[in-house]
């Protein structure tokens, strides 16, 4: 797609295009699944139970939606590979995960059941929708400019994701009814992604499929992996890296996923967890810009290493946490390394994938980001349960930035790019 553009101001119409579902995304990634909800079940939906136990339910909440989301996601690329469908599957899985955000407005006190059951199908829908999201990046993009591009698709998710916080934020404080409020803020994050997944949907062209299949979608996908399987001595370099990145990553959804309710059960008040989470956001969005420039200068691996660096000092942090102030600079410490993390490990694994197989490895690649997703919020539950103490729980995650930032130096990026360029070759692309 990139190769045949006819023009810039069409190839930025696009770019432009593919970047906004970020910031539709982000809507339920922000609002919902960091910000807001955690709280509202802690504090409403869980009420019934102590605070260490809605704490630890919400991890195991989020650990069986990722559980699920690791299992599909290869499949559900190879299929969109085959079949060239990818568009029509991610527009398929945002709608659900619209509409179950919208049903969280029935949730109430007691329901954490309700909520749970709610937030493990949205969080799936929303997570698969997103595997196929970034598996256009190698399409949209060119391949000088993939670090750029991925970098301003989570600046423009982080700015989105603000300004609808930013909404829901005054929302909740210009109501007196604060109960009604969090749930009305539901119905506005699934209207803002609805909107706003429109231009991807009309510019942003589906990739040819790589062949002709005819038959079970599922059992044409379970040989086409079984295929990827039995070749992936040849891609060596992408294997390294997705363990790296399933390990690393693993203590970024941590924090992401857990900060909030771990907050609320220190005692801080939904002002200093929303707008310490709204100041990252703000933060995170010329971060993003930044480390994307900065990929060029020192190389995309380089920064992620910087990037890892701050989450373990973050991590470490967290123990200490006695007042809001040090949410509010753990919080802006995120938002510096949030963009350059997330951006860069995209790019970097995206830039060495033949075009031919983008949605089956990105499918991996999401599989690799829930496993990672499921095994933090999983630790952190079980850590928190064992010691009754959410603290040991948030320095337990500096393991995974460690390990993960070790595994990446096995990873030579030049040879992966050496096979892609070849498959390309052969395949025309």
């Not at 079949?83 to 709608?95: E, M, N, P, Q, S």
């Not at 007691?110 to 997570?127: E, N, P, R, Y």
């Not at 005054?170 to 539901?186: E, H, N, P, Y």
């Not at 989450?311 to 007042?323: A, C, Q, T």
């Amino acid at each position: 797609m990139a190769d045949n553009l006819e023009s810039n101001s069409n190839y930025k119409k696009i770019i432009n295009s593919w970047a906004l579902y970020h910031w539709a995304e982000n809507a339920f990634g922000t609002s919902v699944m960091v910000a807001i909800l955690p709280v509202y079940y802690s504090k409403v939906a869980a009420s019934s139970l102590t605070a260490n136990q809605a704490t630890v339910y919400w991890g195991y909440t989020n650990t069986i939606g990722l559980i699920i989301v690791a299992l599909l996601a290869p499949m559900l690329g190879t299929i969109a590979n085959l079949f060239g469908i990818r568009k029509k599957l991610l527009t398929i899985f945002a709608a659900i995960a619209i509409l179950t955000t919208a049903t969280l407005y029935f949730v109430k006190t007691g329901d954490w059941l309700m909520a749970s059951v709610i937030f493990i199908v949205s969080s799936i829908s929303f997570a698969v929708a997103d595997v196929f999201h970034d598996s256009f990046l190698p399409h949209v993009a060119k391949p000088q400019d993939i670090d750029r591009v991925s970098s301003r698709g989570f600046a423009f998710g982080y700015f989105g994701g603000g300004v609808i916080l930013a909404i829901n934020v005054a929302i909740i404080q210009l109501m007196s009814d604060k109960g009604l409020a969090a749930r009305l803020t539901f119905i506005t994050a699934a209207v803002w992604w609805a909107v706003f997944t429109v231009p991807l949907i009309l510019n942003v062209k589906e990739p040819q499929k790589t062949g002709e299949v005819q038959g079970n979608a599922v059992k044409a996908g379970l040989r086409e992996l079984r295929k990827t399987f039995h070749s992936i001595k040849r891609y060596r370099q992408l294997t390294k890296f997705l363990i790296a990145f399933l390990i690393y990553n693993d203590g970024i959804y941590t924090i992401f996923k857990m900060a909030t309710i771990y907050g609320a059960e220190l005692g801080l008040n939904q002002n200093t967890l929303i707008g310490a989470l709204l100041l990252g956001l703000i933060i995170g969005v010329p971060s993003a810009i930044f480390f994307g420039w900065l990929a060029k200068h020192i190389g995309a691996k380089k920064c992620i290493y910087i990037c890892l660096l701050g989450y373990v000092l973050i991590s470490i942090g967290g123990y200490f946490i006695s007042k809001p102030i040090d949410f509010w600079i753990l919080g802006a410490a995120v938002g510096i390394v949030m963009g350059g993390a997330q951006a860069l490990s995209r790019s970097y694994f995206g830039s060495m994938i033949p075009k031919a197989k983008t949605a089956e490895f990105f499918g991996f690649y999401g599989m690799s980001s829930r496993i990672g997703g499921f095994l933090g919020p999983l630790l952190f539950a079980v850590v928190g349960q064992i010691t009754g103490n959410s603290r040991y729980s948030i320095v337990a995650i500096v393991i995974f930035f460690i390990v993960g930032a070790i595994l990446l130096t096995r990873v030579n990026v030049d040879e992966g790019l050496r096979i892609a360029r070849e498959e390309d070759l052969e395949a025309g692309n």
